[in-house]
């Protein structure tokens, strides 16, 4: 055993080093700055791991284009899932008016049209994403996930929007 309570000196093999000031260091050092020691070790081991667990979860989702992503934060998501713009804008009553009347950027009415219709995309997507428990949506091309499926919420956002 290499010691005893520093109260009682420190005993090494058969011989007894009593608590003298020349050999308190030595007892200092067993009871109190090594198992600080290794539990600053077990610490950073611990760290070590929680961060090469997040490392290979990170490496199985890659976003491909932050600027398409439309709800939550590309940098710290569990969930995530797709949509398809085009196709939601497409089932939005002011976008289609802009389509029935042709109108393009040059035109005023076209921008009120156009704020309209990305208020209600936004509601509805933030909407059907929360109901659902997505806390990342980003364009379908957007985004690839290794190991889990990604959800279409496309369907999901023109029910919505429809009111169904």
């Given at each position: ?17 009593e608590r003298?000031?020349?050999y308190?260091w030595i ?5 109190t700055?090594?198992p ?8 950073s081991?611990?760290a070590l ?8 979860a990170?490496?199985?989702?890659v976003?491909v ?5 439309y ?9 995530p ?16 008016k802009?389509?029935?009347e042709?109108?393009d950027?040059?035109d005023a009415r076209?921008?009120?049209l ?5 208020k209600?995309f ?5 909407k059907?994403?929360?109901d659902?428990?997505?806390?990342l ?15 279409d919420?496309t369907p ?7 009111g169904?």
């Amino acid at each position: 055993m290499l010691g005893e309570h520093p109260a009682f000196g420190v005993l090494f093999g058969s011989a007894r080093i009593e608590r003298c000031p020349r050999y308190r260091w030595i007892s200092w050092i067993c009871w109190t700055a090594l198992p600080l020691l290794l539990a600053a070790a077990a610490a950073s081991v611990a760290a070590l791991a929680a961060l090469a667990a997040t490392a290979a979860a990170a490496e199985t989702c890659v976003i491909v284009d932050k600027t398409q992503v439309y709800y939550g934060n590309p940098k710290s998501f569990k969930k995530p899932a797709t949509i398809v713009r085009t196709k939601v804008y497409d089932e939005i009553p002011a976008y289609k008016k802009i389509k029935d009347e042709k109108l393009d950027s040059r035109d005023a009415r076209y921008h009120f049209l156009i704020a309209e219709a990305s208020k209600v995309f936004g509601e509805n997507l933030t909407k059907v994403a929360k109901d659902k428990g997505f806390d990342l949506v980003a364009e379908l091309d957007a985004i690839t996930v290794t190991g889990q499926p990604l959800t279409d919420l496309t369907p999901d956002v023109i029910k919505t929007i429809k009111g169904d």
